[in-house]
């Protein structure tokens, strides 16, 4: 191909067109069916807790803290009640754990005293607990009230919505209201998750598995390891 024809290919190529909108949707779709959240939790408050911790770390390891957090506080009036060292020393390996341990027993003293013990269901609730910024209630709210406010943006959809040219933008803010613009609202909530498992097993971060990747014929990024066109 010409210098002039790959320069007129880059020139018209459409990455927000809805066929390939639609193509990125069904391939994710084929790929990940069923997929769900990947944080442990019996009940909203302790996905809200869990989405806290997760911050700066995996989900593994806070799947592997959350058990004996909840046995010992297995209730937001629990919780709210413990002091800052017991809950230090349960949630240490997650990092930042003075901060964290502030957020959980803030969060959990405003769902006791605001919210007589129950998670809100609304965006603008949720935000009023400590420690809850839009990812986390997005997280609240759609995997395990099913109600799509917005789309979940961690690092992973993050890092993949530029890479499939879906945003241009940087901050998660401003990636989730470019998303919401082109996902149809009843896949905001799988296309999170879909996103976050593909970014965890193919699409890493240094070097993605382009190779393997489902997604590939449909990707132009930049940064890609391996391409079939």
């Given at each position: 191909m010409?210098?002039?024809?790959v320069a007129?290919?880059k020139?018209?190529?459409?990455?927000?067109?809805p066929?390939?909108?639609?193509?990125?949707?069904?391939?994710?779709?084929?790929?990940?069916?069923?997929?769900?959240?990947?944080?442990?939790?019996?009940?909203?408050?302790?996905?809200?807790?869990?989405?806290?911790l997760?911050?700066?770390?995996?989900?593994?390891?806070?799947?592997?803290?959350?058990?004996?957090?909840?046995?010992?506080?297995?209730?937001?009036?629990?919780?709210?009640?413990?002091?800052?060292?017991?809950?230090?020393e349960?949630?240490?390996?997650?990092?930042?754990?003075?901060n964290?341990?502030?957020?959980?027993?803030?969060?959990?003293?405003?769902?006791?005293?605001?919210?007589?013990g129950?998670?809100p269901?609304?965006?603008?609730?949720?935000?009023?607990?400590?420690?809850?910024?839009?990812k986390?209630?997005?997280?609240?709210?759609?995997?395990?009230?099913?109600?799509?406010?917005?789309?979940?943006?961690?690092?992973?959809?993050?890092?993949?919505s530029?890479?499939?040219?879906?945003?241009?933008?940087e901050?998660?803010?401003?990636?989730?209201?470019?998303?919401?613009?082109?996902?149809?609202?009843?896949?905001?909530?799988?296309?999170?998750?879909?996103?976050?498992?593909?970014?965890?097993?193919?699409?890493?971060?240094?070097k993605?598995?382009?190779?393997?990747?489902?997604?590939?014929?449909?990707?132009?990024?930049?940064d890609?390891?391996?391409?079939?066109?």
């Amino acid at each position: 191909m010409t210098t002039s024809k790959v320069a007129r290919k880059k020139t018209t190529r459409k990455p927000l067109a809805p066929e390939r909108i639609s193509a990125i949707l069904d391939v994710l779709a084929k790929t990940y069916p069923g997929v769900v959240c990947a944080l442990n939790h019996r009940n909203a408050w302790e996905l809200t807790i869990a989405t806290i911790l997760s911050a700066q770390c995996t989900d593994v390891r806070v799947n592997l803290v959350t058990p004996a957090l909840f046995k010992m506080f297995p209730t937001p009036k629990a919780m709210a009640a413990a002091s800052l060292p017991e809950l230090e020393e349960l949630i240490r390996t997650t990092g930042f754990f003075r901060n964290k341990a502030k957020s959980i027993q803030g969060a959990s003293r405003v769902i006791v005293e605001e919210f007589g013990g129950k998670v809100p269901q609304t965006m603008e609730e949720l935000l009023r607990l400590p420690g809850v910024a839009r990812k986390t209630a997005n997280v609240v709210l759609g995997s395990f009230y099913e109600i799509a406010v917005g789309v979940v943006v961690d690092t992973h959809v993050l890092r993949i919505s530029r890479r499939l040219e879906l945003t241009k933008e940087e901050s998660p803010e401003k990636i989730e209201r470019d998303l919401v613009k082109i996902i149809p609202q009843n896949r905001w909530i799988a296309f999170s998750h879909e996103l976050i498992h593909h970014g965890r097993q193919v699409c890493i971060a240094r070097k993605p598995r382009c190779v393997d990747c489902t997604l590939e014929t449909l990707c132009n990024s930049g940064d890609k390891t391996w391409s079939s066109h």
